[in-house]
């Protein structure tokens, strides 16, 4: 069975770096494109970044991009999400998913259950 | 970026109803359009993908459809466990979701 798990959350002060990590297993990684997505606290949720099986397409939404970098290592079946000039805004719950392909642009099929970042003073 | 509008953001219902959620995108998508359910404290559940193509384990209940710039989720009849919020996603270009409609018993 395919399953994705999160790691990396915490409490943070503004400004600072987080790095989150994604534990795939029970599928081939390297066939999937990857992606996270986020949902701040009592709202929908936003596409943050995507990354494809070779790393050599990379999207992120305009509200991150230039503060977190998305990667990924096959040989380790791992997803990253390095978070930089961390906003009180960036505070949500935070998701792996899985694109049903090898590209960015495809349905997420499988998801991580989420870690929790909060950016506070 | 393609901004995607679902309406209505909340939808209240009987056991037994059928509903409908409709998503439109601000420019076309193709059929490059899917749906997923999420409940309060869970990660969000794959429904269908390519605007129709249901997920295995899906209840026939479900079904989608549209192309373009419009489309629309339809419970046939509502059962206690799809009381929940529905998300359209685009993936014709980097993806982007709806804003969600929560589906409430009535």
């Known amino acids: 069975e395919a399953q994705l798990v999160e790691s990396g959350g915490g409490s943070v002060q503004p400004g600072t770096s987080l790095r989150l990590s994604c534990a795939a297993s029970?599928?081939?990684?390297?066939?999937?494109?990857m992606q996270w997505v986020r949902q701040a606290p009592g709202k929908g949720l936003e596409w943050v970044a995507g990354?494809?099986?070779?790393?050599?397409?990379?999207g992120y939404a305009d509200s991150v991009k230039g503060r977190f970098t998305v990667s990924r290592d096959n040989a380790k079946r791992s997803l990253y999400l390095r978070m930089n000039s961390l906003r009180d805004e960036d505070t949500a719950f935070y998701f792996c998913?899985?694109?049903?392909?090898?590209?960015?642009?495809?349905?997420?099929?499988?998801w991580g259950q989420g870690t929790v970042v909060t950016v506070s003073s | 970026d393609i901004q995607m509008t679902q309406s209505p953001s909340t939808l209240s219902a009987f056991v037994g109803d059928r509903v409908t959620i409709t998503c439109r995108a601000s420019?076309?998508?193709?059929?490059?359009l899917a749906w997923y359910q999420q409940k309060p404290g869970k990660a969000p559940r794959l429904l269908m993908s390519?605007?129709?193509n249901l997920e295995s384990g899906v209840p026939s209940t479900f079904s989608g459809s549209g192309s373009g710039t419009e489309f629309t989720l339809t419970i046939s009849s509502l059962q206690p466990d799809d009381f929940a919020t529905y998300y359209c996603?685009?993936?014709?270009?980097?993806?982007?979701f709806g804003q969600g409609t929560k589906l409430e018993i009535k």
């Open positions: 990354i494809s099986w070779d790393s050599d397409t990379i």
């Open positions: 420019q076309s998508v193709n059929s490059w």
């Open positions: 996603q685009q993936y014709h270009s980097f993806p982007t």
């Open positions: 029970g599928f081939r990684f390297e066939d999937h494109a």
């Open positions: 998913a899985r694109s049903g392909g090898t590209f960015v642009d495809d349905a997420f099929d499988v």
């Open positions: 390519m605007a129709s």
